[in-house]
């Protein structure tokens, strides 16, 4: 079955950076992507990259992250660069499967960024 290893949360200062991964086995995948949810909203999309490479990020993180895929390892990266204290939340890998089409979720990794 299709299983998930999130790796990479933290604490980090303003302006500093963090690489989030996502190693997914199990299945082939079609888009893998980071969703978030910071204390007290709703979990948002941050950014998800597709089998073909197309790229999609939420306004408020364009231009400091950067989604990747590492199709060998069959991992997702989520580069943080220039974190803010907004960034703060838990960051959850998402994946769907290229044959089925359902999706799956890691558990989280909570990225903390102090002002």
């Known amino acids: 079955q299709v299983q998930l290893v999130e790796s990479g949360g933290g604490l980090v200062q303003a302006g500093g950076s963090l690489r989030l991964s996502c190693a997914a086995s199990?299945?082939?995948?079609?888009?893998m992507g980071w969703y978030r949810q910071a204390p007290g909203k709703q979990r948002e999309l941050v950014a998800t990259?597709?089998?073909?490479?197309?790229?999609n990020y939420t306004d408020s993180v364009k231009g400091r992250f950067t989604i990747s895929r590492d199709y060998a390892k069959s991992t997702v990266y989520l580069q943080m660069s220039s974190l803010k204290p907004e960034d703060t939340g838990v960051y959850y890998c998402?994946?769907?499967?290229?044959?089925?089409?359902?999706?799956?979720w890691g558990k989280g990794a909570l990225v903390t960024v102090s002002s």
């Open positions: 998402n994946v769907r499967t290229w044959y089925e089409g359902e999706d799956y």
């Open positions: 199990g299945s082939t995948f079609s888009t």
């Open positions: 990259i597709t089998k073909s490479g197309n790229t």
